[in-house]
Every structure is written in C-alpha cells, then in structure tokens.
C-alpha cells in the first residue's frame, strides 16, 4: 500500500464518521462530505492497492446487498422515466446520491474501520453543536415559535436526527463502561442520550418516536439479559414502563400522542375527511394508492410537475389536502417513491431502509457483537420508523446523509476484523 494512500486513507473514513457533525447545522454540510469522502475512496479503491479482505460467504452476500439497496433507487428511477419518456433531470438528484455511497461502503468495509469509536464523540458533539446553534442563533422565522429547529431543517428532521443520535449513543453504553469508573468519554455519550431527547421532544415531532421503547428494550437485553431469559424479559418490561412514564410525566409528549389518537379515532371515511394532522397523512395514503392502482409501473414522476393534473381527482379530499399531498410529497417515504416510480420504487425504497437495518441486526444475534452494528441498529430502526410518517431521502442533503450513515455503518458491522467477536464494551 503506497505512503500517500496509507495516509489518505485515515482521513477519507473520518471524514465519512463526521456526517453527522453539522447535519442540521451547516447547510451542504452532508453533501460536501458524501462526495469528498466518495471521491477519496473511490481513488483509494483503484489506486492505493489496499490489502484484500478474506470475506466470509456470509458476509460477502450481505455486502452485495448493501451495494445493490444503494443502487436500485436510481434505476427504479430510470425505468420509470423511461415507462413515462420523461428526460427531467431533477428526479435523478437525490437517488444518484446513494450511488455515491457504494465506493464509500467498501472502503469502510475493506480498511475494517470501527465507526463507533468516532461515533462516540462525534454524535455528542452534533447535539451539542445544534443546542448551542439554537441558542445564538434563536428559532428561524419560517417556523413556529414552539418548535424548535435550524434555519434549512424541517422540524420533523430535526426531531428524528436527533432522536437517532440519541438512541445510538444508548447503544453505545455497556455496564463495563461504568465498572472501569465513568471517564469523559462515558460522560458524553451520556449527555448525548438526554440532550437527543431533549432536542426531540422540543422539536414536537412525533416522529420515530415508536423506536424508542424498541432500541431500549434491545440495549436492556444485550447489557442485561442475555445471560438469563428472566433479565431479558424484565428489560422489556421496563423498556415499556419507560414510554408509559415518558407518555404521563412529558407533557409535550402527552399531548401530541393524545392529540394523534383523538385525530384518529375521529377520521371519517364518508365524505369529505377532516383536516387535522393525522387526518391529512390517512387522506394521503388514500390518494396515493388510487394513484399507484392507475400508474403501477411508471408512476407518475416528479409529484411536484404531476400535480396540476390531479386537481380535484379525489373526492374524499379537501382542496387543502389534496394541494398538500402533492406539496409535502404524502408525509411516506415509500408511498412517495411508489408513486413516483411505481412498483419499482417501491420495492427499492423498502431495500434502501430495510437491508442496511438487517445487515446490523443480523450481528445483534450473534454469540458477541459490536457497537457499530447496535448503533447501526438504532439509526435504521429510527429512520425507517420515522419513514412511516415524513420523507427522510427525499431531500438532497438528507440523501447524502443517509448514504454517508449506510456507508458507515453497514461497512463497520459487515467487515472481518482481524480479531475474535467481543462484547459491546470492547468494540
């Protein structure tokens, strides 16, 4: 391995771990990083003549699928265009992003980098940097006042990221951390936990929030239970008891549930529906499946440019909720891209969110396991939950962001390291 590439290679992975640094801070933050980092692998890959990886079979298949759930967005995207003969080049933007992803996932792969220990620091350090972001630079204008956010985020994204790196940094602690005596670095992770959902909750969002009785009743078990079934069934319970409290002593998280499940209990299917928060997001689920049943293979392409067709096309919603389906592109990461390019998207969007989890649960299963595929875990499960309710590749620095984070992750968890499996901690 040339001088220049053993010194290049460093860098270029670093610079992959530290997406999540400025996300929501800095805005072209998450691309800029994507394709500096892609580019630098890209070279490391075909000229810095890195040592050969001795893959398992196992191993090999999943890296495969990781590099095809990269690829499929764009061509789903392609062979819908091609159905349709529409040349927009627009609707390739976000989707060519995880392209970029691909070298970045094998050169994480191949150096066998352990993204958690930078994680580590890097996550705590994000929140800390979007507190104080908030604190100097006040609530932006174009949002309201009781919802926390930077300048270019959505609220909803800043709730989600935040409530991610939270539950990372929780996949992150392992009893060992506190047997050795808590140092800086348990410290921070720490306040990571509490400051993510401080963030979250402040963002009043509701948005992967149903992950969180999830990733904590996993990280009860892989501290905790493992060694008994007993202690693995009481960490579920308190993994329950923990939302309970959450649900009955937050009282922003009281309302918005309570308010969601009033606005559910009281949608109507006859007529026209209400419009309320989770009214609207039922109304679009409704017109998008109508208009996946009429384009099943070729969609309807950028929903933006589609949408003066539609007008007045559904009668079961409002003219309010039908210019916003096609405004906020139906509040479903899935349903969006299938309507858009039919079945195709929607089988690839379902591979793009579900492999990447799969890949890093699969490790949670074994005999010993790592952080970077519990940390993968809990931003996966995070993202895709919150994929249910909001968009979370639509956007093009979001799609950096995702395809820096799968690089990262996926490539940690998936490569053969040059020692035996250990625990949490040890990673």
């Known amino acids: 391995?040339?001088?220049?590439?053993?010194?290049?290679?460093?860098?270029?992975?670093?610079?992959?771990?530290?997406?999540?640094?400025?996300?929501?801070?800095?805005?072209?933050?998450?691309?800029?990083?994507?394709?500096?980092?892609?580019?630098?692998?890209?070279?490391?890959?075909?000229?810095?003549r890195l040592p050969p990886t001795p893959?398992?079979?196992?191993?090999?298949?999943?890296?495969?699928?990781?590099?095809?759930?990269?690829?499929?967005?764009?061509?789903?995207?392609?062979?819908?265009?091609?159905?349709?003969?529409?040349?927009?080049?627009?609707?390739?933007?976000?989707?060519?992003?995880?392209?970029?992803?691909i070298p970045l996932l094998l050169l994480i792969a191949r150096r066998?980098?352990?993204?958690?220990?930078?994680?580590?620091?890097?996550?705590?350090?994000s929140l800390l940097i979007t507190l104080a972001w908030h604190v100097v630079g006040g609530q932006p204008a174009r949002w309201q006042p009781a919802r926390m956010t930077t300048s270019f985020a959505d609220p909803l994204v800043f709730g989600y990221l935040a409530l991610a790196f939270s539950m990372m940094c929780l996949m992150s602690l392992a009893p060992e951390d506190w047997r050795r005596g808590p140092d800086a670095g348990v410290f921070l992770r720490v306040i990571g936990v509490l400051l993510g959902i401080y963030l979250s909750v402040r963002s009043g969002s509701r948005s992967g929030w149903a992950a969180v009785p999830i990733v904590l009743a996993v990280w009860l078990h892989l501290v905790w239970g493992r060694r008994h079934w007993s202690a693995s069934i009481a960490g579920w319970v308190l993994a329950v008891l923990a939302a309970v409290l959450a649900y009955l002593a937050v009282p922003t998280v009281h309302q918005r549930l309570g308010l969601g499940l009033h606005e559910l209990l009281g949608y109507s299917w006859h007529g026209v529906a209400p419009d309320t928060s989770v009214g609207m997001r039922i109304t679009?689920?409704?017109?998008?499946?109508?208009?996946?049943?009429?384009?099943?293979?070729?969609?309807?392409?950028?929903?933006?440019?589609?949408?003066?067709?539609?007008?007045?096309?559904?009668?079961?919603?409002?003219?309010?909720?039908?210019?916003?389906?096609?405004?906020?592109?139906?509040?479903?990461?899935i349903v969006t891209n299938a309507v858009r390019s039919g079945i195709g998207g929607l089988l690839?969007?379902?591979?793009?969110?579900?492999?990447?989890?799969?890949?890093?649960?699969?490790?949670?299963?074994?005999?010993?396991?790592?952080?970077?595929?519990?940390?993968?875990?809990?931003?996966?499960?995070?993202?895709?939950?919150?994929?249910?309710?909001?968009?979370?590749?639509?956007?093009?620095?979001?799609?950096?962001?995702?395809?820096?984070?799968?690089?990262?992750?996926?490539?940690a968890a998936l490569a053969e390291s040059h020692r035996e499996d250990t625990p949490l901690s040890a990673s």
């Open 284 to 333: 679009f689920l409704r017109i998008a499946a109508d208009l996946v049943a009429q384009h099943p293979w070729a969609g309807i392409g950028d929903i933006h440019r589609a949408a003066a067709g539609f007008t007045g096309a559904f009668g079961y919603a409002s003219p309010e909720a039908s210019a916003m389906a096609f405004r906020s592109a139906f509040h479903n990461q």
């Open 55 to 101: 893959w398992r079979p196992g191993e090999r298949h999943w890296l495969a699928a990781c590099v095809l759930a990269l690829l499929l967005p764009v061509l789903s995207v392609a062979a819908a265009a091609s159905l349709r003969g529409d040349a927009y080049a627009a609707q390739f933007d976000a989707p060519a992003r995880m392209l970029l992803g």
């Open 112 to 125: 066998r980098v352990d993204a958690a220990t930078h994680l580590a620091w890097i996550l705590p350090l």
């Open 348 to 411: 690839a969007t379902t591979a793009l969110l579900l492999v990447p989890l799969a890949a890093c649960s699969r490790r949670l299963l074994a005999q010993g396991y790592r952080r970077n595929a519990a940390m993968g875990f809990a931003f996966f499960l995070t993202i895709l939950v919150s994929s249910l309710s909001t968009e979370v590749v639509d956007l093009k620095y979001l799609a950096s962001f995702y395809a820096a984070m799968a690089a990262v992750l996926c490539g």
């Open 1 to 48: 391995m040339p001088r220049w590439a053993e010194r290049l290679a460093p860098f270029a992975t670093l610079l992959a771990c530290a997406a999540p640094l400025f996300v929501v801070t800095l805005n072209g933050w998450s691309s800029g990083v994507l394709f500096v980092a892609s580019l630098l692998a890209i070279l490391l890959l075909a000229r810095g």
